[in-house]
């Protein structure tokens, strides 16, 4: 079977050699040992939780072989547990570009945009930290504060807000706080630079002024992070990414080459060579223990999604409960107040199966109490104004005590009288539907017949 150039696409000659690139084929075997190398020296620092460590090697790796998917995927999870959802799915988004197929990245994927209350929180972090950075350009170190426990409260992974954080508390001079926080950085990510960093100088008593003023100094977008919306847009054309991994890569690219395909001319960089090689053979076997480890870390992340998702939709329920218990007090304190219709109005907006079990029977309790009391009140006043010729304040009363009250003696005939008032207004349309409404919903009236020749003129004209 003829073997394809996999820069180009070309043929290769008898030699292995693409006869429009001019490499040789064995040099991209080589180049993609070299990539699993970097990938699993970066599964032995996520073993250690040195995260910034493995990113370093990861992107190496991607650098060499960009069609490298366990180390997309891989690089993914890590920016993902240091709270960096967009640069996660970044190498997810190429990783499914170059397998659409038992791709694990896609699983990752949607495991967060099918959780819509997540992923909500994610984007609001990322805005909050931006507009953080806004404050800090504005020297509105409180303000920033502010901002940023809002975001680690959304994302409390976030490694970036937290050393922001401390920097601004340093600036406050406030280094017990600030020490915390960097301690919860290093918790994340054992060797993350920025927070040795600070906690370096905080230990000697100083003062990392110009660390930052050069963020004060940089412009906000040049911080800024784009939010998940964006990142999900992502897509990849292959020519262009190769012409830019080639870009980018270039430099790794001729310094493993040389090394690689000219053994003859460096005997010394031969002997590396093949010490590597050994090394990517003993890490190859232990391979099977570095994936189970990483299945672990997935499982770790699945299972606080799951626990974050229960919490979110628990508070929900808690508000809709407090929401609607707040209702009902304030129903049973305006009825108190001598305000029967207004509390009987508030009580309609109350949801019973939002309540707790104490809250719901007092709900039954005061409704079956309000409700009849609210509709003979209405139908009195209502039967006095179409008594006396005022139909239009008739009607709302009308309704109410039909509305409130459907099996009272009462009942029917505040259906009759509203369609009555209605004929009288010459909404004849509404009084029809009335005439019918009380005729089928009371075949017993005691304005039976009336309604019944009312009903035939109206339809008849």
């Known amino acids: 079977m003829a073997k394809i150039c996999p820069k180009c696409g070309e043929l290769l000659d008898t030699q292995g050699i693409c006869e429009h690139c001019h490499v040789a084929f064995e ?15 970066g599964l032995k620092k996520v073993e250690v939780r040195d995260l910034s460590g493995a990113i370093d090697l990861l992107n190496k790796s991607i650098k060499l072989d960009k069609k ?46 099918n959780n819509q209350v997540h992923l909500d929180k994610l984007n609001n972090a990322i805005k909050k930290y931006n507009q953080a950075l806004v404050f800090v350009n504005q020297n509105s170190i409180d303000l920033a504060i502010i901002q940023l426990r809002a975001v680690i409260g959304l994302n409390p992974n ?6 922001l954080l401390a920097l601004c508390f340093i600036h406050e001079n406030q280094m017990d706080k600030a ?21 370096t100088w905080i230990q000697s008593e100083g003062h990392p002024v110009e660390a930052f003023e050069e963020v004060k100094e940089k412009e906000p977008g040049y911080f800024g992070l784009p939010t998940l ?13 190769q012409f830019a991994a080639v870009l980018v890569g270039v430099g790794i690219g001729l310094a493993v080459m040389g090394f690689l395909i000219l053994p003859s001319m460096l005997s010394s960089q031969k002997n590396k060579n093949i010490e590597a090689l050994n090394q990517v053979n003993a890490l190859e076997a232990n391979q099977s223990i570095l994936e189970s480890q990483v299945e672990s870390m997935e499982a770790t ?42 509390a009987a109005q508030l009580l309609e907006e109350v949801e019973p199966s939002a309540l707790s079990e104490s809250a719901s029977a007092t709900y039954e309790k005061f409704a079956q109490s309000i409700f009849p009391e609210v509709a003979l009140q209405a139908y009195n006043q209502g039967f006095r104004d179409y008594r006396n010729g005022r139909f239009e304040e008739a009607i709302p009363n009308l309704e109410r005590a039909y509305k409130y009250e459907k099996d009272n ?46 009903l035939k003129a109206l339809t008849d004209s």
């Not at 040992?33 to 020296?41: H, I, P």
């Not at 920016?79 to 570009?97: C, D, H, R, T």
């Open 27 to 41: 040099i991209y075997k080589r180049i993609s040992r070299e990539s699993k190398k970097l990938y699993n020296l």
């Open 68 to 113: 490298n998917i366990k180390a997309r995927n891989l690089l993914g999870l890590v920016y993902l547990e240091i709270g960096e959802p967009v640069m996660a799915f970044k190498q997810w988004v190429i990783s499914k570009n170059f397998e659409s197929v038992d791709n694990e990245a896609i699983g990752y994927m949607d495991q967060i945009q």
């Open 158 to 163: 976030f490694t970036k807000a937290y050393c």
């Open 229 to 241: 919306g964006h990142s999900a847009k992502v897509s990849m054309n292959n020519s262009m990414f």
């Open 409 to 454: 003696y009462f009942s029917d005939e505040a259906l009759y009288y509203l369609a009555r008032s209605y004929h009288r207004l010459n909404q004849n349309e509404l009084a029809i539907s009335t005439y019918q409404k009380m005729l089928d919903a009371y075949p017993n009236a005691n304005f039976k017949n009336d309604a019944t020749r009312f």
């Open 179 to 199: 020490k915390s926080k960097l301690q919860k950085v290093l918790s994340i990510d054992h060797n993350h630079d920025t927070a040795m960093k600070y906690m």
């Open 301 to 342: 992340i699945l299972q606080t999604d799951t626990q974050l998702n229960t919490l979110s939709t628990e508070l929900e329920q808690n508000q809709l409960q407090l929401t609607q218990s707040e209702k009902m007090l304030m129903a049973l304190s305006l009825y108190e107040d001598d305000k029967a219709i207004e």
